[in-house]
């Protein structure tokens, strides 16, 4: 019953901003740990950036600076500011969450970052 919805992908230019938002529905969103992780074309799933119960946070070395992850647990919601951004974000974007000893995901939400 874990369901994780992405939105916000679309086409940008280099140096454009978006912002991903993912809701979650099925656990105590408050209690786990969320994160954001990308696949571009052959390249393995990689993360980019997660958040704690405590909004501590952790970058992929190769978005810090210019992404930023939060939450909003009364809306349930985990959010990817990413600024700056450059041809080599072009990824599908995933939220994710470990619940119960497995990876649950979203669908993906395609970012293509073209001039």
């Known amino acids: 019953q874990v369901h994780l919805v992405e939105s916000g992908g679309g086409l940008v230019q280099p140096g454009g901003s978006l912002r991903l938002s993912c809701k979650a529905s099925g656990i105590n969103f408050k209690l786990y740990t969320m994160a954001w992780y990308r696949q571009a074309p052959g390249k393995q799933r990689e993360p980019v950036a997660t958040?704690?119960?405590?909004?501590?946070?952790t970058y992929a070395e190769s978005v810090k600076d210019r992404f930023v992850i939060s939450r909003d647990n009364v809306r349930r919601t985990v959010s990817l500011q990413m600024n700056s951004l450059e041809i080599e974000d072009t990824a599908v974007y995933y939220c994710?969450?470990?619940?119960?000893?497995?990876?649950?995901w979203g669908r993906g939400t395609q970012v293509t970052v073209s001039s």
């Open positions: 958040i704690t119960t405590s909004s501590s946070t």
């Open positions: 994710n969450v470990n619940y119960s000893g497995r990876p649950y």
